[in-house]
Every structure is written in C-alpha cells, then in structure tokens.
C-alpha cells in the first residue's frame, strides 16, 4: 500500500484480510496504523468511482457534531496528509464541508461557506506557525477578517466566531501528518523573485509546481510552504517591473481570491530570473 495504494488494497482483498466494498476500504484505511498517512490522501483524492466511493465513506466515520469547525478540521488532517494537486485537496475538503455542516446544520447557511473557511484557516495555519515568517509579517486577525469577506456567507457570521477561529489556530497550531516527501509529481522547480503582498518588496522564492497547485518556500531546503498558490480558476498576465525582465502576474478570474497566499493579497507577482522558466 505504501507504494501502491491500488495495488495495496487489491493484494488485500484478494487475501481476505478486507472486504471489497468501499465502507470495509475505509474502515481500514482508518485502524491501520501503519500506512503512509501521504498515500492514504493520494487515493482519496483520486477521482475514479471506486476512490470517490471510498472516500465518501471514510468521511461518513467522522462525528462532528458540536465541533468548531477548526476541531473538527484537526481531526480531519490526523488521519492523512493533504496531497499536492489542487483538484484533489478540492474533493477532500468539499466532503469535510459536507460533512461538517450535516453534523451541525445551524452553523453555517452553505456548505460552501465551510469549505472556504477551512481552506482559510489551513492558509492561516501556515502563516501562524511557519518559523520562517518574521512575527511582524503574521497575518493580524484584522487581515483574516478582510480576506474572509470573499466567503460567501461570511459576513454573517460575526466578528466573534471568526476570532475564536482565528484564536484557536494561532494558539495551537494544526500538524499536519507528514512522512516522506510532500510532493511526489514536481513538474517543475526552482528560484523566482516574488513581490510580497502587503509589504511591496521583492524576495527570492524556492517554488514548486506539483499537479495544479504552486508551492513556495524561503529556502530550498524547508518542508513547510511559505504559501500555496491554486492554479484553478486563474489567469496569467505580463507586467512591468522596474529593473526586472520576464515578471508575470498570477490573479483571479472568479472575483475576490478566497485561497490567498499567506502575505494577503489575491495577486501574485514573480520574476523568472531566465527567460526559459524555472
């Protein structure tokens, strides 16, 4: 299982440890403690009838009820690790948001709302515990609020949950389950020179591009983005920069960007240092 999933929970059921339905699957990917918590998220995320079935059913084994949403989010991410590509980590949180609001029906008005919210309180996470972020660039709870006004919904949440949420996370950070590398299909990687969102500087950047998903980090070496860039519903566009050759923008085409990088804003500026990409 541990290289290949598929291949994995063939050998088992054609064994006879587990059953070939997807409640049986789910049940063990659960209990089993010894599988790669990375795998696990890649099989989940797949998009095939027998892995959405699966999923479906690992999910329905969670009990939210009465959970803030960033509770039941840390139980969530203790049972696998979110996997590099976009559309994967989509159909993973879509089923938490389902499945949240299903336990407490009275919390949130849309299930889009939850989805949008865990998926900003997973941005925060990054920037809150990161080491690598100066504590003068963290994000403030008044920049949370104002990048949450693009959830649908939001506003009518009140400015209190959001400060529990946001409390909740900056004082204990998520752990996200690790082992192994983080990305397993890097299509391409190296240095840029990206402008911060807040604060208009240039840095130097390690990026990485895995499935549809950006990553960026300080240094080449780090295991925790400084932020993750979705490369859905986006466009690209050159721009001019003073002293730069080659800069191009990064920015949404669906209205307020509700997965922002870490520093704020929903533009993303680089400079390739070679005309032939990184």
Known sequence: FNRKPKKGIEH???????????????????????????????????????????????????????????????????????????????????????????????VFAHEDTAYLLAFALIMLNTDAHNPSIKKENKMSFAQFMRNSQGIPGASALGEALLAELYNNIVNQEIKMETDGTMFCNVEKKGWMTKQGGRIKTWKNRWFVLSGNTLYYFKKQEDREPLGIVPLENVGTRRVEAKGKKYVFEIFSLVGPDTAKDIEGSSTMKGAKGKSDGI
């Not at 990375?38 to 079935?53: A, C, Q, T």
Request: glycine share 6%; hydrophobic share 40%.
């Open 12 to 106: 088992l059921i054609a064994s006879g440890v587990i059953e070939g339905n997807p409640q049986e699957i789910a049940n063990f990917l659960h209990k089993a403690d010894d599988l790669s918590k990375r795998k696990i998220g890649e099989m989940l995320g797949e998009n095939d009838p027998l892995s959405l079935s699966i999923l479906d059913a690992f999910v329905e084994q969670f009990d939210f009820v009465n959970m803030t949403l960033d509770l039941a989010l840390r139980r969530f991410l203790t049972t696998f690790r979110l996997p590099g590509e976009a559309q994967k980590i989509d159909r993973l949180m879509e089923r938490f948001a389902r499945r949240y609001c299903k336990g407490n029906p009275d």
